[in-house]
């Protein structure tokens, strides 16, 4: 990576609005994923339902991004395993989470043990994902522009921000039904 590469990655990580973003997004996706672990919500997260849903969604999100980022079939070939596997490992991470969270009692019922451990947890997580993210930032770096990975930025962020602005949509739908 070239030095004006380099310094224009530095300023890209380091720029407070976009780790305030990253972390935005990392919170939506705990905050659905959150929902998924609440009574009365068993079949979100499970079945041919909750899949399908799954892979429309990610099917959305790869349309979504290949159009912001404008990308070159070349760059494309390069750029989606990189992606795909940066994915993977923030599921991983996610689940690994949830099924820890879920052994743990609500955290006002916790003792002073299982608090120091649930914050423990939560460092951890935010540590990891920034670290999973630097990692997956410098290996697209050697496959499309930093220009590219800024828009790649954006374009997670809106395509998140969509997502729950559809969510809080289907809620609002959800509870008028509930009343009448």
Same mark, same amino acid.
Request: with cysteine.
């Given at each position: ?5 380099? !310094? ?17 997004? !990392?919170? /939506?996706?705990?905050?659905? *994923?959150?929902?998924?672990?609440? %009574?009365?919500? *068993?079949?979100?997260?499970?079945? %041919? ?5 799954? +892979? ?16 070159? %079939? ?6 989606? %395993?990189? &992606?795909?596997? &940066?994915?993977?490992?923030?599921? +991983?991470?996610?689940?690994? !989470? ?13 003792d002073e043990a299982q608090a120091a451990e ?5 460092? &951890?997580?935010?540590?990891? /994902? ?5 990692? &997956?930032? +410098? ?18 962020? *809106? ?7 559809? /969510? ?13």
């Amino acid at each position: 990576m070239g030095l004006k590469a380099a !310094i224009c990655f530095h300023t890209l990580i380091n720029n407070t609005t976009t780790m305030q973003n990253f972390f935005i997004a !990392i919170i /939506a996706l705990l905050i659905t *994923s959150g929902l998924a672990a609440q %009574p009365g919500r *068993s079949d979100f997260r499970s079945g %041919p339902q909750m899949q399908e849903r799954k +892979e429309a969604i990610e099917a959305r999100k790869v349309a979504y991004i290949t159009k912001k980022l404008d990308l070159t %079939p070349a760059e494309a070939q390069l750029f989606w %395993p990189i &992606y795909n596997a &940066y994915n993977r490992e923030v599921d +991983e991470l996610s689940e690994l !989470i949830r099924t820890k969270r879920a052994e743990m009692p609500p955290v006002s019922e916790m003792d002073e043990a299982q608090a120091a451990e649930f914050v423990e947890d939560e460092v &951890y997580r935010f540590e990891k /994902a920034a670290e999973l993210r630097r990692e &997956y930032t +410098e290996k697209m770096l050697e496959v499309i522009s930093v220009e590219k990975v800024a828009l790649l930025f954006e374009a997670e962020r *809106s395509f998140n921000r969509m997502l729950f602005r559809e /969510a809080q949509r289907r809620h609002r739908m959800d509870s008028r039904r509930g009343q009448e």
